[in-house]
């Protein structure tokens, strides 16, 4: 059967059969007979955008709800949104297949909707709608699964529940979208649920919700023996994310018993979750007797429910810091939890202000316990202020758990769980540099246990400090054998060696431990987290700059907050190119900038290592570029091309 009508240029026609050429036929549109995949529609805010508009012409734009549900959207479908606020009902971006809204693109061909212009148009659920999701169907599975959709350059926010809303989706990007402020209850501002393999870049969250970035979920009620089907091999990759508040009294629901907040939490049966590049951070603005439990900018707890207990979260590069003044304050930066397995970690930044009055009771980093002989894997990574680094770790002592660590500025705060900067215990970890850690109290240790014996058990396996940087301490094999013996009186010293090397205070920024040659000793692993470019899959670096933040204008015009300079002033550092650090870069930098050009291959004077933006050894071209893209980090960031999702397996 076939749904006719007749034009001026004859009979057009679609095959019928389909939800969109019934209520086409209902409402009596032409269907074009010469659309085929590959079509751009236009969309429009209400009234402009009308649903009887085909949206083929840009002058005349139809719905998003007409798109959705009149047009069904084909592989290599583009929907291009005009700028304004959407908040009418038809107008917000809500795919359901339960409505009988199938989106399938191809890896080819997939469907994309975006912004005509970068951050210009806004989803307003008014409180009581949800603006923008998206839900497949486990039904005829996985043939129902929304796959291979891309949603770019948007805003969403005011939600009646969740703001942005996936579930059942694999192979689905978002690219390039800010949102905020979900409803009470038990709901967030991004929510992965019952998905794989999809990608969110260069987001941005924060507001009102009980956790901004959520991933969890199993994606089948049945044959939950297959890994395949839990929720994994999700990414997120240079997302930022602040945690603002979520109300205890007013916002819980019906038989809803309370929670955590946290900015990054992927749990609840969600395994092999990528965080490359994330910020993570904090601003708690409420009554904290009213304010759910804050928990952890990053939050992982494991899937113990899920085939062989799988984990395989992964953090690479990524950023924790907790500063300013908090109306009630998170207990972890970094919390990986007792059911992890196959954890990994590299170069990340866990910070903590020192100046406030949270920072005696905030674990910077918290690993474990597990009882797990293969828990964790961390290396260059960077613990500054707060408890500092507390957990069990790995259990036994064949690998190291972790490796090139910089704990730095931490404070005791008394309790027996974290009597020094890592905790009770100290074993399973190698090339780690203390510096200038200290306790509330009197007393105080880099490592072991306060007022206790010194014990092979909690004492690293080479300590770096100032007083050993030319030859660390290392402990005995036989500690191995028997964690109860002491690991020798070097380490006496070194337990107790605050150490004031002023190398160790970066002269720019926490984010560049490269450039300090004393954490990178012969033989040794680097020391501290180098966060100036942007990793691969396996968390090592590429030749992208990270910097500025690539979103650093729409947050900025949404929030206020500069992610660039937020970032790079923690610790008291300064921005790059920033040589006066009086907080922009202008005329005096530049003239300073000339001072130091040495041009490519030649090596730059003493003093000048700030102007070698790209760390190559000289100051030429490339880093002048740099320097112009700087001059506009109070409002601009970097364009970053429409990316697709992971592959399978992607970082194994």
Not at 183 to 203: A, K, V, W
Not at 359 to 371: E, F, I, K, Q, R
Not at 435 to 451: C, E, I, Q, R, V
Not at 459 to 484: E, F, L, M
Request: aromatic share 10%; net charge negative.
């Amino acid at each position: 059967m076939r749904a006719v009508s007749r034009g001026a240029g004859g009979v057009w026609f679609r095959p019928c059969g389909t939800v969109a050429c019934v209520v086409c036929c209902a409402v009596g549109l032409a269907v074009p007979r010469a659309l085929t995949a590959g079509t751009t529609y236009y969309a429009a805010p209400v009234p402009v955008g009308r649903a009887e508009n085909w949206g083929t012409d840009r002058s005349r734009p139809t719905t998003v709800g007409a798109f959705l549900k009149l047009r069904a959207p084909r592989p290599g479908d583009t929907l291009i949104l005009l700028d304004g606020e959407y908040a009418d009902p038809q107008d917000l971006l809500s795919a359901l297949a339960s409505e009988g809204v199938i989106l399938r693109g191809t890896e080819t061909e997939p469907i994309l909707i975006r912004a005509e212009n970068d951050g210009a148009v806004t989803f307003d659920g008014g409180g009581t709608r949800v603006p923008l999701r998206m839900e497949g169907s486990q039904e005829d599975f996985p043939n129902r699964l929304y796959q291979w959709v891309k949603i770019v350059g948007v805003n969403a926010c005011n939600s009646g529940g969740t703001v942005v809303a996936l579930r059942l989706c694999e192979k689905c990007v978002l690219h390039r979208v800010c949102a905020w402020d979900a409803s009470g209850f038990n709901e967030h501002i991004f929510s992965l649920f019952r998905c794989r393999d999809n990608l969110l870049s260069d987001c941005a969250g924060w507001g009102r919700g009980r956790k901004i970035f959520s991933v969890f979920g199993n994606i089948l009620d049945t044959g939950l023996e297959d890994p395949e089907n839990w929720s994994h091999n999700n990414v997120m990759r240079r997302c930022w994310g602040r945690w603002e508040f979520w109300g205890r009294n007013q916002e819980n629901g019906p038989g809803w018993g309370g929670g955590h907040g946290e900015t990054y939490s992927y749990n609840y049966d969600a395994w092999d979750t990528h965080l490359e590049n994330c910020v993570s951070t904090w601003q708690a603005r409420a009554d904290p007797q009213t304010l759910v439990n804050p928990y952890a900018l990053f939050l992982r707890e494991g899937c113990a429910a899920c085939p062989g207990g799988l984990d395989e979260g992964k953090l690479y590069g990524c950023i924790g810091y907790l500063k300013g003044r908090q109306d009630t304050f998170p207990g972890h930066v970094y919390s990986c939890g007792s059911d992890a397995r196959g954890h990994r970690l590299k170069n990340c930044l866990a910070y903590v202000e020192t100046e406030r009055g949270y920072s005696a009771y905030v674990s910077t980093m918290t690993l474990g316990p597990t009882g797990r002989p293969d828990a964790f894997a961390g290396s260059r990574l960077t613990v500054y202020g707060g408890v500092g680094l507390s957990g069990d770790f790995n259990d036994g002592c064949a690998d190291w758990a972790l490796n090139g660590l910089l704990i730095l500025q931490t404070r005791d705060d008394g309790d027996t769980d974290h009597p020094s900067a890592v905790g009770r215990r100290g074993d399973n970890i190698r090339d780690v540099w203390f510096y200038d850690n200290y306790p509330t109290g009197t007393d105080w240790a880099n490592f072991g246990t306060l007022g206790s014996a010194l014990l092979c058990y909690n004492t690293p396996d080479y300590v770096h400090s100032p007083d050993h940087a030319g030859s660390p301490c290392v402990k005995p094999a036989g500690c191995c054998t028997n964690p109860s013996a002491h690991p020798g009186p070097e380490f006496d010293a070194a337990q107790r060696g605050r150490g004031t090397d002023p190398r160790l205070r970066a002269p720019f920024s926490l984010l560049r431990a490269r450039t300090n040659p004393a954490l990178r000793p012969p033989g040794a692993t680097p020391m501290g987290a180098h966060i100036m470019w942007e990793v691969d899959e396996h968390g090592d670096d590429t030749a992208v700059h990270l910097w500025p933040w690539p979103m650093n204008r729409r947050i900025f015009e949404q929030t206020g907050v500069n992610v660039s300079r937020d970032v790079f002033e923690l610790g008291g550092g300064s921005t790059p190119f920033d040589y006066d650090a009086d907080g922009d870069i202008d005329i005096v930098d530049f003239a300073r900038f000339q001072v130091c050009y040495s041009g490519t291959n030649a090596a730059f004077a003493d003093g000048c290592e700030w102007a070698d933006y790209d760390e190559d050894g000289d100051v030429d071209g490339l880093d002048f570029v740099a320097f112009q893209q700087w001059m506009g980090w109070t409002t601009q960031g970097r364009e970053t091309p429409i990316p697709d999702p992971p592959p399978d397996d992607y970082g194994d």
